[in-house]
């Protein structure tokens, strides 16, 4: 795809399509069945890399990232795992009400992940926010398509089925498309940074923008675990804004008569 957005940010990482899609090309990475993997990789080989990178119900193997994909939500499919994910997203094991069965599960995870469990992502002060996020504020789908593939925007046809689309941006390249945002939308409030996991800010809560009568951009890569993986594959001032298929659309219209033309801009970009 020749995007008007990308010819005049000229951005440093490149953007990166998320495709629903029931094939996935030969050459495409995508994790063993049955072998964890972050989603965030996925995207993140994409950017830097060129790769196109997918996964499936089959290949995602994280609860979490299952449902920032679109393959269901198993968050609350029994007590137990509702009580589990209340306390992993809140205090760990002191916000377990079965403390018996979150420490079985804190046992059989991978090591690097056993203090995650034992203290809890923080995300929510308490048990009960955990809980009202799960039940209430997590966008759900549980799509008809078998792949979700990350795509470089460039190797990206206009006519897939985009239904999001990710920048990684330095601090100046999010100035600009959030002003080029804010410039096609009513109101004064272009970008959601939503409370959540790292992974649904470039996927699950972009759906839910899509859906909306004036979708939003979605700030993300704000959560431990998203930072951690931006360290390793890009740098610490790099965060992500991820814009829904229809807004993307509508900034591609303007993206030649907008802020990047003024002289400001131009003084800016590329340093």
């Not at 610490?236 to 298929?245: E, G, K, Q, R, V």
Request: proline share 6%.
């Amino acid at each position: 795809m020749k995007s008007t957005i990308m010819e005049n940010l000229r951005p440093e990482f490149e953007p990166v399509a998320v495709v629903w899609s029931d094939t996935i090309p030969d050459d495409a990475f995508q994790f063993k069945n049955g072998k964890f993997g972050c989603v965030l990789y996925l995207f993140a080989q994409a950017s830097t890399r060129g790769k196109i990178t997918g996964g499936s119900r089959e290949s995602i193997i994280c609860t979490g990232g299952r449902a920032a994909l679109g393959f269901g939500t198993g968050f609350d499919e029994s007590p137990e795992q509702l009580d589990l994910h209340a306390a992993l997203f809140s205090k760990g094991l002191k916000s377990a009400e079965n403390k018996a069965a979150y420490q079985a599960e804190m046992a059989a995870a991978p090591k690097n992940w056993r203090s995650m469990y034992e203290y809890g992502e923080r995300r929510h002060c308490s048990p009960d926010l955990a809980r009202a996020w799960i039940l209430h504020e997590f966008p759900r789908y549980d799509i008809q398509c078998r792949y979700v593939l990350f795509k470089p925007l460039g190797r990206t046809a206009l006519n897939e089925n985009i239904r999001a689309v990710i920048f990684p941006v330095n601090p100046v390249e999010l100035s600009g498309l959030v002003t080029l945002a804010g410039s096609v939308m009513q109101g004064a409030d272009p970008v959601r940074a939503p409370q959540g996991t790292d992974c649904c800010s470039i996927s699950a809560f972009a759906y839910s923008e899509a859906e909306s009568a004036t979708p939003r951009a979605v700030l993300g890569m704000m959560g431990i675990d998203g930072r951690e993986v931006m360290r390793r594959c890009f740098r610490d001032d790099i965060l992500t804004l991820t814009l829904p298929a229809p807004l993307f659309l509508r900034m591609e219209q303007e993206a030649d008569d907008c802020v990047f033309q003024i002289p400001s801009w131009k003084k800016l970009v590329g340093r």
